[in-house]
């Protein structure tokens, strides 16, 4: 089975910060890999995923994600943090014969101090 | 192109009722999923429809049932409601079947409180 570990449930970062949101995942078979981001009173918004090929991926608003297999993880990073990224993200994880349902994690509160 | 809508926004109700929540997909969009969003839970699947035929079904009491129509819409609805079904209840749409093949577009959600 599937699942998705995000490491620290809420982080802090200064305006101008690197952002870094971890996450770890568990699949007995390659996996695709995603990242959503979540604004208060709103729906998920996909900022990238994994599929295949270049491990690092990059996407929407300056967020990027590298897919290391030896280490299970698919970390999302961004160079430097505006107030406009504070919002809830998500790591997700789903097979590649996208027949089985996404299995997310508990997600990372990301806040960003002016 | 208009988003994927949910209605209603906001649900109070009280325990033992039953409520019905609507999704209506992005034009063109013929998939539909639900997921139940709770503090304590996280996003937890509930179902995936495609052309009005559940594909997938997560780990709920048989109380959660949803449905799809011919023009792609979808309700679910949830009977004897418990106070632990308070929650965001979020739909999603795709062109194609398979939440990790086809990128899924959120709609706002629905808020049910259950008194």
């Known amino acids: 089975a599937q699942s998705v570990t995000q490491l620290g449930s809420h982080v802090s970062v200064s305006e101008g910060a690197l952002v870094l949101l971890r996450c770890n995942y568990s699949?007995?078979?390659?996996?695709?890999l995603f990242w959503y981001v979540q604004y208060p009173n709103q729906g998920l918004q996909l900022l990238l995923k994994?599929?295949?090929?270049?491990?690092l991926v990059k996407g929407i608003n300056g967020f990027e994600a590298e897919f290391k297999k030896s280490e299970t993880s698919f970390h999302l990073t961004k160079p430097s943090a505006h107030m406009s990224d504070a919002a809830e993200y998500f790591c997700?994880?789903?097979?590649?014969?996208?027949?089985?349902?996404?299995?997310f994690g508990k997600g990372t509160r990301l806040s960003v101090i002016a | 192109k208009a988003g994927v809508t949910q209605t209603p926004r906001y649900l109070i109700k009280t325990r033992g009722q039953q409520v019905t929540l609507s999704c209506s997909p992005i034009?063109?969009?013929?998939?539909v999923s639900w997921y139940q969003q709770t503090p304590g839970q996280g996003l937890q699947f509930l179902f995936e429809?495609?052309?009005?035929?559940?594909?997938n079904k997560g780990n709920f009491p048989g109380r959660f049932s949803g449905r799809q129509f011919s023009n792609s819409r979808s309700e679910m609805n949830v009977s004897t409601l418990e106070l632990g079904d308070s929650a965001l209840y979020l739909c999603?749409?795709?062109?194609?079947?398979?939440?990790?093949?086809?990128?899924?577009?959120f709609g706002p959600g629905t808020r049910l409180t259950v008194l």
């Open positions: 699949s007995s078979v390659p996996p695709y």
């Open positions: 429809y495609f052309s009005e035929t559940q594909r």
């Open positions: 999603a749409s795709s062109l194609t079947p398979g939440q990790g093949s086809s990128e899924q577009f």
């Open positions: 994994y599929t295949t090929g270049a491990t």
């Open positions: 034009s063109g969009h013929r998939s």
């Open positions: 997700a994880v789903s097979d590649q014969s996208g027949n089985t349902p996404l299995v």
